[in-house]
């Protein structure tokens, strides 16, 4: 018979005591590290691991780890459910992110510098990120439902502490990737492509690139390159942006690993004392848990994960009495977590996220958008170093100059360099303006944006005085601007003139609608990240659109990442003669998830977004959104 342990140990009082205290600590040394408290950093930092020590030693001496381990389990499970949920809310915008991991220069570097091993490459998982992706989503929701219960916890343990121990990790990696340092990296290019000849060719002069083979077909070079930093881990997708303004630094995001396997060390140091939880502890534990699954609710402004939380726990309690002899274990709660998780992942897959937190959103004003940045303040100084201690010393330009010191002439000072420090850090605007800015070369300019009103009047605007001249080796016509004709000499053997013209001016590029779209009382833009690729099987429905909004005088334009080429082959394929703007492939991601979907902007605010299988028909737009 297995022998049980009283939860509340040798004292419930004082083992409450402790574990309070003990959480205060944690607290106190996550503050003491944080760069906003760098003044009081041992103050609190100091405090905070004494009181660690002591209450651990008071929970270890009434014995109360089993309940210092209930009390992480339900901290931990909670926080582990809504993680999951935000990001199976997107799980393709956490797979973006470990795109950015899988890249050569972000995590793999690490490997590259820790084993020497400069042929090391991640790059073979980037077609499986999404598949990553959504495995993790679903294993953080079910090991957070499975520790909350106590089901399989030897197992859950382990496998908690293998995740954090791997998240910090990540964690520590971005906190203290530096872009400036350098790594070896060795790549393989086929021998006669225009890379690998220009590799051979820079070889000669730059001393960070080695040729270390050329044959076979192929040249293997070794070049010391950048780090690629990831400024955002991506753990709690962009929910963090979207519901207090600004994502974790990556240092916040590390300290916030530590404390959570700081927790789970608890768990796996208790796990054979834990057993699954009785009638009585469940009483405790799915209200405490929703708490805790209500407060970061709360942060994330979300209130979805409340629901599903509890959801998923009764299911999992519930299949342990019903599921029989085959699903009547924890076994069974994981299968119906996992099922509950799948079926949300699959809803947002095929339609879009349940909570959109992008700046892009319905309701957002996109106007504001581009103008909630904030300047950073820095205060330029010396670096100077101290001949005594030899440490860098930091003097603002006031006191470098102040005439008394003359610092410049102290011996005991020597100069190092200049620098620029943070006061006040800034903020990003939550959308890049020059991101965001649809726009058409003037060279690939064709009809349907030519009728535009917007483009026919701002092209009349960019209109210049000029000469058509007749090129008699080519015999074709060329225009010339009237200030260029003046000034170079055109051999009239070779031109021959022929009259004065109004002309578009030459060094005009590219149309941007950007500000045309803001402004707009009423806009229809129809996205698409990938012309080839998207599902457009509701292209009678965007026809129809199209059609409708012309008729009330409702600009309707297309917006998408792909080359001419592209849009007019998409053009033709559906028989659909829309003005057609490109955006950045990056940005384009940002702002849909679905490829292709409708957005209506009025006066630059969101009033509508839909995925491509969920397009509405024009009269059922006119009536609740149009007419609203």
């Not at 393709?92 to 991991?101: D, I, M, P, R």
């Not at 404390?259 to 796996?268: D, H, N, P, R």
């Not at 903020?427 to 890049?432: F, V």
């Not at 009237?482 to 051999?491: G, I, L, P, S, W």
């Amino acid at each position: 018979m297995k022998k049980t342990y009283a939860l509340e140990g040798q004292s419930f009082f004082f083992n409450s005591l402790f574990i309070v205290l003990n959480l205060i600590a944690v607290t106190l040394i996550t503050i003491g590290f944080h760069e906003s408290f760098e003044d009081h950093k041992w103050l609190y930092a100091g405090s905070g691991f004494a009181l660690l020590v002591l209450s651990a030693a008071g929970v270890i001496v009434f014995k109360g780890k089993l309940f210092m381990a209930f009390v992480s389990r339900i901290l931990v499970g909670g926080l582990f459910i809504v993680s999951g949920l935000i990001k199976a809310n997107d799980p393709s915008g956490f797979a973006y992110k470990l795109e950015e991991y899988f890249e050569d220069g972000a995590l793999a570097f690490r490997i590259k510098e820790a084993f020497g091993m400069p042929d090391f490459s991640l790059e073979f998982l980037i077609p499986w990120a999404l598949t990553f992706s959504i495995i993790i989503c679903v294993f953080e929701i079910v090991l957070g439902v499975l520790v909350l219960i106590g089901g399989k916890i030897k197992l859950v343990s382990w496998l908690l502490l293998l995740m954090m121990l791997f998240f910090t990790f990540l964690t520590w990696h971005t906190a203290n990737c530096d872009g400036n340092s350098k790594f070896l990296d060795r790549d393989t290019y086929v021998l006669n492509s225009e890379i690998a000849q220009l590799k051979l060719e820079e070889s000669k002069t730059n001393k960070e690139i080695k040729i270390i083979s050329k044959n076979d077909g192929k040249l293997v070079v070794d070049e010391m390159k950048q780090p690629q930093c990831v400024l955002d881990c991506g753990c709690f997708g962009d929910a963090m942006k979207g519901s207090v303004g600004r994502s974790l630094t990556p240092k916040e995001t590390l300290w916030k690993d530590f404390v959570l396997l700081y927790l789970v060390v608890w768990i796996f140091v208790t796990q054979w004392r834990i057993r699954p939880n009785t009638g009585r502890e469940n009483s405790i534990v799915v209200p405490i848990s929703l708490l805790v699954i209500s407060f970061f609710s709360f942060v994330f402004g979300w209130f979805f994960p409340i629901i599903f939380g509890l959801i998923a726990i009764l299911a999992a309690l519930w299949i342990l009495q019903a599921g029989g002899k085959m699903l009547g274990n924890h076994w069974g709660s994981a299968l119906v977590v996992t099922l509950l998780s799948s079926l949300m992942i699959w809803y947002v897959m095929m339609y879009s996220p349940l909570k959109d937190y992008r700046p892009y959103a319905v309701g957002s004003n996109l106007k504001e958008n581009m103008l909630d940045g904030v300047m950073g303040e820095f205060q330029s100084g010396f670096i100077l170093k101290n001949m005594k201690t030899g440490a860098d010393e930091f003097f603002t330009e006031k006191e470098y100059m102040d005439q008394d010191r003359k610092l410049w002439e102290d011996p005991n000072y020597k100069y190092v360099d200049m620098q620029s420090k943070e006061l006040k850090k800034g903020k990003l605007p939550s959308i890049d303006s020059s991101s965001f800015n649809p726009t058409v070369s003037t060279y690939d300019i064709s009809a349907p944006e030519l009728k535009m009103k917007y483009v026919e009047e701002f092209l009349a605007s960019k209109r210049i005085a000029g000469v058509l001249l007749y090129d008699k080796n080519y015999k074709t016509n060329i225009e010339v601007s009237k200030e260029e004709y003046n000034v170079t000499d055109y051999d009239t053997a070779t031109y021959r003139f022929e009259k004065n013209i109004e002309m578009i001016d030459p060094n005009l590029s590219e149309i941007s609608i950007r500000d045309f779209l803001l402004e707009q009382p009423t806009v229809f833009i129809l996205f698409s990240r990938d012309l080839n690729n998207g599902n457009f099987d509701n292209i009678d429905v965007i026809k129809s659109n199209y059609a409708e909004a012309k008729k009330r005088g409702i600009p309707f334009v297309m917006v998408c990442a792909g080359s001419r080429a592209d849009i007019d082959a998409w053009r033709n394929k559906y028989n659909l003669q829309i003005p057609a703007f490109t955006i950045d492939f990056i940005e384009m991601k940002v702002v849909t998830r679905s490829n292709p979907a409708l957005m209506i902007l009025q006066n630059g605010i969101v009033k509508g977004k839909y995925p491509h299988r969920l397009l509405p028909k024009f009269s059922w737009i006119e009536k609740h959104v149009l007419n609203k």
